[in-house]
């Protein structure tokens, strides 16, 4: 039989593993064992590359020291073996789906990366969708997710460096950037973040970011998620890290800015026209779904005299039978909302959204007919609902609807003062916020002009000739102008 002691140790941390198999084959009169787990190994290849060669070895004249020199010199198999000395390393490769030969007589085995799991095909993203531009998004499968990648950018520069973190998990965590663009010191960081985690495992990659991000307690994200391989590439170009995790069709991107989180990858698909005018509509109504039914609730309960007669006399006659304030009304109606939304994700897909929206007029109307809110507190929650949607990035939005709710209760508190002061500590905040040693206001605090072409905006491609100098070196240029 093979070396007892090491295959007695990996026998020992299998114990209960009814799934593992213990293939025994002779070789010249040496007990040779594979040993692996069928449900996430090729099983063909396998068969074909490793157990037949052995086979047909076991049938041809006994030549042992030959084969033992083909095997160490890794010409004894046509696919790709390494060797494990360790029986805690050997374990460990097994449940990832490597299958081992154990050898009479050798205190290591060799191993074969031969794992093939369980995986969806490439398919359109579902978050992040766009009119004009690819439609491929991420898997759960992370070398799938590199494969996209490495489609995009062919060059030598794109780097990845692999981390295996969680004490039960092992996920494969993969560092992706593009050497001489991205900061040395960030890149330094993120390391060193990453090499420092001792967690039990990760499940999905909001994980990872939640015990990076130690320290911060900011409800605003100092990273990116993004499901699209053509964001991730463009990010790796200007300079920016991509983290990839195996198990989650996700990465994310650091660092990031307020105002990268307020674009979208179809602003560039565009004409320049086009993707400016979409990009200040988003802008508009981003902020209109955050202070909006603060200020309504504000200005009708204290500061009436501000509203034009007409418009005024309109309001006070909805409101006539309202047994409610209208800070109550306001938290009724946006936490009704806020209900709507979570049922319509949670609801199969089919009929989720239908749902959600039908219900809302449905709910709006018989709650103004019975009285219990007005037709323009209604309207005020519908225009905020709507305007929460044009925002891109998901982490972002719920910001923005968890800070609603503070400005919403200030406001009916403290009436514009209250909603003045709010703004301005949120302001205050994020001058001070940086993501990975970045301003997260940047480039409007600190004001750097050159990079004003890509925030607000966006100037024509032929003149944005530098990349912003959040995330690189301002020497790398894009392109030369013409």
């Given at each position: 039989m093979p070396d007892k002691n090491i295959l007695e140790l990996?026998?020992?941390q299998l114990t209960d593993c009814s799934d593992a198999v213990y293939q025994s084959i002779h070789v010249y009169g040496h007990a040779c064992m594979l040993i692996y787990i069928p449900a996430i190994v090729d099983m063909l290849s396998l068969q074909e590359f490793v157990a037949s060669p052995l086979k047909s070895e076991a049938n041809s004249e006994p030549d042992w020291p030959q084969f033992m020199e083909r095997l160490d010199r890794g010409s004894a198999f046509v696919i790709p073996y390494m060797k494990a000395f360790h029986?805690?390393?050997?374990?460990?490769?097994?449940?990832?789906?490597?299958?081992?030969?154990?050898?009479?007589?050798?205190p290591y085995v060799y191993y074969f990366e031969i794992t093939q799991y369980q995986k969806r095909a490439v398919s359109e993203s579902q978050n992040e969708l766009v009119v004009i531009g690819p439609q491929e998004a991420f898997i759960e499968d992370v070398q799938t997710n590199l494969s996209l990648l490495r489609h995009k950018i062919k060059h030598a520069d794109l780097k990845t460096k692999h981390f295996s973190i969680g004490r039960y998990t092992k996920t494969d965590v993969y560092l992706v950037y593009i050497e001489g663009?991205?900061?040395?010191?960030?890149?330094?960081?993120?390391?060193?973040?990453?090499?420092?985690?001792?967690?039990?495992g990760i499940l999905g990659i909001s994980y990872l970011a939640e015990h990076m991000r130690?320290?911060?307690f900011s409800p605003f994200p100092?990273?990116?998620?993004?499901?699209?391989p053509d964001s991730v590439a463009a990010s790796l170009m200007e300079g920016r890290i991509s983290i990839l995790q195996d198990g989650t069709p996700s990465a994310l991107l650091a660092p990031v800015t307020f105002f990268a989180l307020l674009q979208s990858s179809e602003d560039y698909y565009?004409?320049?026209?086009?993707?400016s005018w979409i990009r200040l509509v988003r802008f508009f109504f981003s902020l209109i779904s955050m202070i909006l039914p603060s200020l309504y609730v504000a200005i009708t309960t204290f500061h009436a005299q501000i509203i034009p007669s007409n418009l005024l006399i309109t309001i006070a006659?909805?409101?006539?039978?309202?047994?409610?304030?209208?800070?109550?009304?306001?938290?009724?109606m946006e936490l009704t909302f806020e209900a709507l939304r979570e049922a319509g994700t949670r609801i199969p897909k089919p009929v989720g959204q239908t749902v959600s929206i039908i219900g809302g007029i449905v709910i709006g109307q018989a709650a103004v007919q019975a009285g219990i809110v007005s037709a323009p507190m209604v309207i005020v929650v519908s225009i905020t609902g709507i305007a929460s949607y044009i925002i891109p990035h998901l982490e972002l939005g719920l910001t923005f609807r968890l800070l609603r709710f503070v400005l919403l209760i200030l406001g009916g508190t403290m009436g514009l003062i209250g909603v003045f002061i709010a703004v301005f500590i949120i302001y205050g905040h994020l001058a001070n916020l940086k993501s990975f040693g970045t301003p997260f206001l940047q480039p409007v605090a600190p004001l750097v002009l050159e990079d004003w072409k890509d925030t607000v905006v966006?100037?024509?491609?032929?003149?944005?000739?530098?990349?912003?100098?959040?995330?690189?070196d301002r020497k790398n240029k894009r392109r030369q102008k013409q």
């Open positions: 990996i026998k020992e029986p805690d390393r050997a374990v460990e490769l097994i449940v990832s789906g490597n299958p081992v030969l154990c050898i009479e007589g050798l663009l991205c900061k040395p010191e960030i890149l330094a960081e993120m390391e060193e973040k990453l090499n420092n985690l001792s967690v039990d130690q320290g911060h100092i990273y990116q998620y993004t499901e699209r565009q004409n320049f026209y086009a993707g006659a909805a409101r006539e039978n309202i047994p409610f304030s209208a800070l109550t009304e306001a938290l009724l966006r100037v024509p491609s032929q003149y944005m000739t530098e990349r912003s100098s959040s995330y690189t």
